[in-house]
């Protein structure tokens, strides 16, 4: 797995980031856009970051797949972010559309449903307006900051207007 070509070319400055960047990558699990951000910080050459991400990412340490799913869990489940505002934050992240679709495939449909009635029963006890049509316009403007999609939204909130 781990590629040596990339490896003897790294030399002992490099060595040195390369190290941090492993314990880095240790302690979380890390994309390579936050590790080249990382890796910035630290002061390492722009030249040097890239051969550090490749072997970090030929070693596996870094591992987008890996990632995208620990992501996708954490937001969803800890952070109660929807699908969207998951997907538009990895994006920002540079990670490829595919492994993000794959990533987003992997949230538990029950579960997930279950946190978005929970956020938006949590939300609607806040509501103290007897007009429950202004009080359903409320909640569904706050789950779509939330990242939820529409059509779940409308499914949710019709029990809210019963």
Known sequence: MCNFAILMKIDATEQIYLEKAQQFCAADEQCSASVMRK??????????????????????????NRYVCRYCESKAFHQKWGRIKITSMLRQKHIPGDVISKGIKTINEEEYRKVLCEVAATKWATYTDDDNERNVSRLTAFLLSRGYEIEIIKEITKDFIE
Not at 40 to 61: F, Q, R
Request: charged fraction near 20%; include cysteine; charge should be negative.
């Open 39 to 64: 890796l910035a910080d630290w002061g390492c050459p722009l030249t040097s970051a890239p051969k550090i991400v490749d072997v970090l990412t030929s070693t596996g340490y870094i591992d987008e």
